[in-house]
Nanobody
Framework: QVQLVESGGGLVQPGGSLRLSCAAS???????????MSWYRQAPGNQRELVAS???????NYADSVKGRFAISRDNAKNTAYLQMNNLKPEDTAVYYC????????WGQGTQVTVSS
């Protein structure tokens, strides 16, 4: 089994910053050392969408809506991914989920990000 534990969400004013963390654990990880770590988000009434992803080697992809404002990174030794979110906008309000595929789909529990004045 695999566990993904997210942290770092909260309430922030427009223009503010937050940093999310996602720590992966579980024996299955040792069999899939090259897994990609991704962040998704889902706002009320919307479908879940990809925000950013990063491979073990550092290949990164971003959704157009967050390019230039968000930065994804990972610490392979800690099996942890981070999402630095700057210049946050009200439309970034959503539940943010960490996701990996290691022989199956694994999602974190989600962390709420609210951008409001």
């Amino acid at each position: 089994q695999v566990q993904l534990v997210e942290s770092g969400g909260g309430l922030v004013q427009p223009g503010g910053s937050l940093r999310l963390s996602c720590a992966a654990s579980g024996r299955t990880l040792s069999s899939y050392v090259s897994y990609v770590m991704s962040w998704y988000r889902q706002a009320p009434g919307n479908q879940r969408e990809l925000v950013a992803s990063i491979s073990r080697g550092g290949t990164i992809n971003y959704a157009d809506s967050v390019k230039g404002r968000f930065a994804i990174s990972r610490d392979n030794a800690k099996n942890t991914a981070y999402l630095q979110m700057n210049n946050l906008k009200p439309e970034d309000t959503a539940v943010y989920y960490c996701y990996i595929w290691v022989g199956g789909d694994y999602w974190g529990q989600g962390t709420q990000v609210t951008v409001s004045s």
